[in-house]
């Protein structure tokens, strides 16, 4: 079994596509929590080097662990040279997404890693453990980016029913009350995205981060005619880019390269259902402040009912 992280707070920041970077990832990890970022944010395996050297140096050796996120999709042509950066800079987690975790484990478990498989239902769950997957990043119902559709209660359930190591739940849990339900459910460990997207460290550009603050969950809709998957969209955003939300039933085949990821998500956000927690543009550390209280209060008010 993979061994148990030594975090603040059970909490990885959640790699986001054209979003977290060396800054959000190394203020994530600064403040106690995983920091986590994809490989296919940087256009080059050139810029993935600079990127991954920045974090190292930018840790110190009391920094909670760092996540690189490697997209294992056949269409990603790139895939062997981000395993030799892994392999290089031995980030002490990887956590594979859109394919099996089968290309990753050998590399990172030569250097005492461990790999963490993105899935989004049982079966995927299943042939993600055969693969030698140490941890399951579950993503449920309410995830944003690419999102699931079991309910989180019912996907660890599930899960646990046949692997009793360390799973991660993502699925708009945004706030410590979320964190706690996930933790009291079965998971170790939630997966928070939205909630760290507008903060002063994130890639977003400013006006997708003011979405975020101004937006409610009423204001996403999933769709797979932008990538070929489901993923949950913020809707203002599709409408700037003139889509109709009433014609949004065509499915693209996939395509998981560095530069058409790109080119389908820089004017079209994503985001998952807990955005209408994020109130302003805030530091990494003033939002792990807040989680941290409220997981807290979340924690002594479920130990006042038992």
């Avoid at 148990?4 to 970077?21: C, D, E, Q, T």
């Avoid at 706690?180 to 890639?203: K, N």
């Avoid at 489901?230 to 599709?238: D, E, G, I, Q, V």
Wanted: hydrophobic fraction near 45%.
């Amino acid at each position: 079994m993979a061994s148990a992280l030594k975090l603040r707070l059970p909490v990885f920041a959640a790699p986001m596509f054209l979003v977290s970077g060396p800054e959000l990832v190394i203020a994530a990890c600064n403040a106690g929590i995983v920091g986590a970022f994809p490989t296919p944010n940087c256009r080059t395996a050139a810029e993935l080097d600079t990127w991954m050297s920045e974090i190292v140096r930018g840790l110190s050796k009391t920094s909670a662990p760092w996540a690189a996120n490697l997209i294992t999709h056949s269409t990603n042509t790139r895939l062997p040279e981000d395993l030799a950066l892994v392999k290089k800079y031995a980030p002490p987690i990887v956590i594979t997404a859109l394919g099996s975790p089968k290309p990753a484990v050998e590399v990172v478990h030569g250097y005492g890693g461990q790999v963490f498989a993105d899935v989004v239902n049982i079966n995927l769950a299943r042939k993600a453990v055969a693969a030698g997957a140490d941890g399951l990043v579950c993503i449920a119902a309410g995830a944003g980016g690419h999102t699931g559709h079991f309910s989180p209660f019912a996907f660890i359930s599930a899960v646990r029913e046949f692997f009793d190591g360390p799973i991660v739940i993502g699925g708009g849990i945004s706030d410590g009350a979320g964190i706690a339900g996930a933790i009291a459910a079965g998971a170790d460990y939630a997966y928070v995205g939205t909630r760290f997207l507008p903060t002063i460290e994130s890639r977003a550009v400013e006006p997708y981060k003011q979405m975020i603050v101004d937006c409610g969950p009423d204001d996403l809709i999933v769709s797979a005619a932008l990538t070929g998957t489901n993923a949950s969209w913020l809707k203002p955003s599709l409408i700037a880019c003139g889509y109709d939300l009433a014609a949004m039933d065509g499915k693209p085949g996939r395509d998981y390269t560095p530069e058409t990821a790109h080119k389908r998500w820089r004017d079209t956000w994503a985001a998952g259902q807990g955005l209408h927690t994020s109130k302003a543009v805030e530091p990494v550390a003033a939002v792990v402040n807040a989680l941290e209280h409220d997981y807290k209060k979340a924690v002594a008010r479920f130990q006042s009912r038992v």
